[in-house]
């Protein structure tokens, strides 16, 4: 094939999914850790802002040595990050959690948006990092696999004729948009409180 490295074009599934499995696996574990960290960070906000108030009710000049207060962080970086954190995604995926528990981190994988948030959330509400990697990879394995299976369909039909690859991804495209489509629709039983 004109213009493809044959590196490329001999490819097959036993190549693309152990290179998937760990890009997910190392993608997985660096949201969790994201979470974790954002979850300090959280804490640490709300440590600052709890002894700010501590220091307010202090005895006043006249009782006690004047002592430098400290400086508050710029309320904007609070209430963006608060936000952030407390945004129905979040909601969405905490109750996945809830629901589900390790179950829901293998679960997750199969979706697609939600995965991130769910994994971000794990790692937000400081799930163990032992379990959250045992329940983790299934979840990789199964992402590799249907990621794999697509990507070498995908391949296959670009070695057979550029127009057949074009109308395989229109079919992939596709599918994910009628799939998206009546998930959300207002009627769908995935909207429709249970």
Do not use: H
Request: aromatic share 12%; glycine share 8%; proline share 8%.
């Amino acid at each position: 094939m004109p213009g493809v490295p044959s590196f490329i074009s001999d490819i097959g599934i036993w190549a693309i999914v152990p290179f998937l499995f760990a890009v997910v696996f190392f993608r997985s574990q660096g949201t969790y850790w994201v979470g974790r960290w954002l979850r300090r960070g959280t804490d640490a906000l709300a440590t600052a802002g709890e002894s700010l108030e501590v220091n307010a009710t202090a005895p006043t000049a006249s009782e006690a040595p004047a002592a430098p207060r400290p400086t508050p962080p710029p309320a904007n970086r609070r209430s963006r990050m608060a936000r952030r954190l407390s945004g129905p995604a979040m909601d969405r995926a905490q109750l996945f959690l809830e629901k589900w528990g390790f179950v829901g981190i293998p679960l997750c994988f199969l979706t697609i948006g939600f995965q991130t948030v769910v994994l971000g959330t794990a790692g937000y509400t400081r799930m163990r990092w032992d379990m959250f990697t045992v329940a983790m990879l299934p979840g990789c394995a199964a992402w590799a696999m249907i990621y794999g299976s697509v990507s070498v369909t995908l391949i296959e039909l670009w070695k057979r004729s550029p127009w057949l690859f074009t109308a395989g991804l229109v079919g992939v495209i596709a599918v994910a948009f009628v799939a998206t489509t009546l998930r959300r629709t207002a009627g769908s039983a995935a909207r429709t409180p249970q």
